[in-house]
């Protein structure tokens, strides 16, 4: 195979169909940014709930009463609540935590928020159970076991919370992944038509290459590099509007709940990881596609 | 080398076959002329001998290939062995007539240094040394066959396939490439040319099979264009 002479055809190919290999390489730039975009919230999503897996806590909330007479949970119903609680399948470890210990730790969390400790009373603050789950996902049995029992204010259940968010960030995942999908099929139409466009515009050369007894691999491939060089330009492109929309937006709109630790950024690595996708992406999605429409379409 | 063994070729848009129950060898180093009016079966006979086309019944024998029944893959390999000339040249416009030829080669996988040994000689061996860096727009019609001929024969096929060669040349330049192919002939390649010319059948004296509708209605050894008509 002489990779110089079907390299010299490849580009004669993509310089006569200009118009159509840009419109090509737009469409299929575009599909995969959409597609990057998709795989970055997906990342997003997984870093999240690795992130807070470990930490998620269901807080048994003690009513008013044991909060202010039993700061050890010596006594009943408090320490009825604990040897419960540690008695129930599927818990790792429960922490007794006073109104004491509580309000130092309120303190601490909202030490940066000077005002809102000034009206802060320890009083407001319940002694609380923090139960930690082998699967964070079943804090259900906490809440049905042990809410409304003798000195239960209540069950807290942090998961329920992050549940809602990730539902949020998984809906906007697809629709994201949506429209790459039909931008993609519009990509796909695209390839097809400018490999018969392009098959046409060189029916005389691939006349003669079947007549001179040149292999069907030999005809095609031309055709099918021009495709795949196309669509690795279109990921090329892709790659660079996601750096552009990460610079430029999303690191604005985000900022804030970067900084505060709630969602975690959106890192030039995470591009970096999710770019191979994109490109292994193009590169099967214009060959196969060429290879479709070759046998279909174009008798070479 | 050829042979056709009751080879029939029924079109599916046609009740009428194009060839009809043909049977027929050809020698190599022959040089045979294929004649018989428009419709007759001529272009339907060589694009079975490229493989352009499976025979309906009957078998196709070129060289070693049993054409009907080889696979797609080996298809190639037929067509390397096989040049092809035709009336309208079918020169690349935008490839000189060095880079016309060559082209014959690479998109067969030769390697550049056989090309640039091989180019230059079938050019002169076609007569168009000096004109190699030229664009077909610039050649007269005699000088594009000739570069064609050069295509066809670069890679030294076995058998020469000519549809009317001649069809677009004034009868002197016809004589020209004539000559031209009765060169190629001598260096033992077979020749099958099919053409309308009766000046150039008369003159050269050489075998004649004549078609009409599918069917061959005259084989001669030395044959002339109107005989038996």
Redesign the interface.
């Known amino acids: 195979?002489?990779t110089s002479?079907v390299f010299s055809e490849v580009v004669t190919g993509l310089r006569r169909n200009v118009t159509m290999t840009i419109a090509m390489i737009l469409t299929t730039a575009i599909s995969l940014a959409l597609l990057g975009g998709g795989l970055l919230v997906v990342r997003m999503v997984d870093k999240m709930q690795a992130n807070y897996a470990g930490k998620l806590e269901v807080s048994v909330l003690l009513t008013n009463d044991v909060s202010a007479n039993d700061k050890d949970c010596t006594q009943q119903p408090c320490a009825g609540l604990r040897s419960a609680l540690e008695q129930t399948s599927g818990v790792e470890t429960v922490v007794f935590q006073n109104r004491d210990e509580g309000f130092e730790r309120f303190k601490r969390i909202f030490e940066a928020q000077p005002e809102l400790l000034k009206l802060a009373r320890p009083e407001a603050i319940p002694a609380t159970f923090r139960v930690k789950l082998e699967d964070p996902d079943r804090t259900d049995v906490i809440k049905q076991a042990f809410e409304g029992k003798p000195g239960v204010k209540g069950v807290d259940d942090q998961s329920k919370f992050l549940e809602r968010f990730f539902e949020g960030l998984n809906g906007l995942r697809d629709v994201v992944l949506i429209l790459a999908l039909i931008q993609a099929f519009a990509a796909l139409l695209l390839i097809s038509n400018t490999i018969q466009v392009s098959a046409f515009t060189r029916r005389?050369?691939v006349?003669?290459?079947?007549?001179?007894?040149?292999?069907?691999w030999?005809?095609q491939l031309p055709f099918l590099i021009e495709a795949v060089v196309a669509g690795i330009i279109g990921a090329v492109c892709a790659v660079g509007l996601l750096v552009l929309g990460k610079a430029f937006f999303i690191d604005r709109i985000t900022r804030n709940l970067t900084e505060s630790g709630i969602i975690p950024p959106v890192g030039y690595l995470d591009i970096l990881i999710v770019s191979p996708w994109l490109f292994l992406t193009a590169i099967v999605i214009a060959a196969t596609t060429g290879y479709v429409t070759l046998r279909l379409y174009v008798r070479l | 080398m050829i042979r056709l063994e009751h080879v029939s070729k029924v079109y599916k848009t046609s009740t009428r076959p194009a060839l009809d129950d043909v049977s027929v060898e050809m020698e190599k180093g022959e040089f045979v002329f294929l004649i018989g009016p428009s419709g007759s079966g001529k272009s339907t006979f060589l694009r079975l001998l490229l493989r352009e086309e499976v025979p309906t019944r009957g078998r196709v024998y070129v060289s070693n290939f049993d054409v009907a029944k080889m696979s797609r893959r080996r298809v190639p390999r037929l067509r390397q062995s096989i040049g092809c000339v035709f009336q309208d040249f079918r020169l690349l416009p935008t490839k000189t007539v060095a880079e016309n030829v060559a082209f014959a080669l690479e998109v067969i996988g030769k390697p550049r240094n056989t090309i640039v040994k091989v180019v230059p000689e079938v050019l002169q061996l076609v007569g168009l040394d000096g004109k190699e860096d030229r664009f077909p727009t610039e050649l007269s019609g005699g000088e594009q066959q000739r570069v064609a001929i050069a295509r066809a024969f670069v890679n030294r096929p076995l058998v020469l396939i000519a549809d009317e060669p001649t069809g677009n040349l004034d009868p002197d330049t016809s004589q020209d490439i004539m000559l031209l192919l009765e060169r190629i002939n001598r260096t033992g390649t077979t020749v099958i040319m099919a053409t309308h010319d009766h000046g150039i059948v008369d003159s050269m004296r050489r075998r004649v099979v004549e078609l009409s509708f599918g069917k061959v209605v005259r084989d001669d050894a030395r044959g002339v264009y109107g005989v038996g008509r």
Do not use: D, Q
């Open positions: 195979m002489r002479f005389v050369e006349g003669i290459m079947r007549l001179v007894g040149a292999t069907r030999y005809t």
